[in-house]
Structure formats: C-alpha cells, structure tokens
Nanobody, 124 residues
Framework: QLQLVDSGGGVVQPGGSLTLSCASN????????FAWFRQAPGQEREWVAC????????DYRGAVKGRFTISVDNAKKTASLQMGSLKPEDTGIYYC?????????????????WGQGTQVTVSS
C-alpha cells in the first residue's frame, strides 16, 4: 500500500519561507503525479500545486504562482513544496497526495494516497 509522510510545517512571519517535504514508501514507478493541497479552518480542502512525473510538468493555483515551487526527486522518491513570500492567507494544514497514473489534476478524489498533513501558520 502506497503511503506518504509529509513534514516541514511551522510558524513563520509574513514574507517568510518554508519548505515542505513528502516521503513515499513506493518507487517512482508507482507514482505519476504528486500534489499539495491545503485546508484552512472552516474551509474546504483546496489544491495548491501539482507535478506530473512523465511530462516533467508543474502547475499551480493562481494565488501561489510565482511564490511556491513544487519539485520531485525521483531517486529519493520525495516531493517538496518551496513556499516563499508567505501571506497569512496561506495558513492551513498542507497535505501531500500521490497519483499512480494520469496527469496533474485539482480533484482530490483522483489521488490514491495522502500524507497525514503538516500545519503551516503565517502570522506576525
């Protein structure tokens, strides 16, 4: 069973940076796309970014484009989300997700495995 563990969250001031990591127990042959979602208190989970391995392509939510960068390390079977110029509205629990086949998508139901979530708080 494919399992993910995400980490790297914390408390940061507005304008600061954080890098989240997602480790999997599968091989990259088991995964074709990694994504990050987030959920703020009282709100629904929303898609943030996605990386498709077989096309080497990344896509981002408009609100984070230019500030966040998603990457995948095939050798280490990990995904990362570098977050910069953080804003209070970026606060939430961030979840890593992996999809065994298919391209990037913003639909949570298309993903086959999820991390447990890591809290990101942006506050002065």
């Amino acid at each position: 069973q494919l399992q993910l563990v995400d980490s790297g969250g914390g408390v940061v001031q507005p304008g600061g940076s954080l890098t989240l990591s997602c480790a999997s127990n599968g091989t990259t042959a088991d995964i074709n796309a990694f994504a990050w979602f987030r959920q703020a208190p009282g709100q629904e989970r929303e898609w943030v970014a996605c990386f498709t391995i077989n096309t080497d392509g990344a896509d981002y939510r408009g609100a984070v484009k230019g500030r966040f960068t998603i990457s995948v390390d095939n050798a280490k079977k990990t995904a990362s989300l570098q977050m910069g110029s953080l804003k209070p509205e970026d606060t939430g629990i961030y979840y890593c997700a992996a999809r065994r086949w298919g391209l990037c998508t913003s639909r949570p139901t298309a993903f086959h495995a999820w991390g447990q979530g890591t809290q990101v708080t942006v506050s002065s």
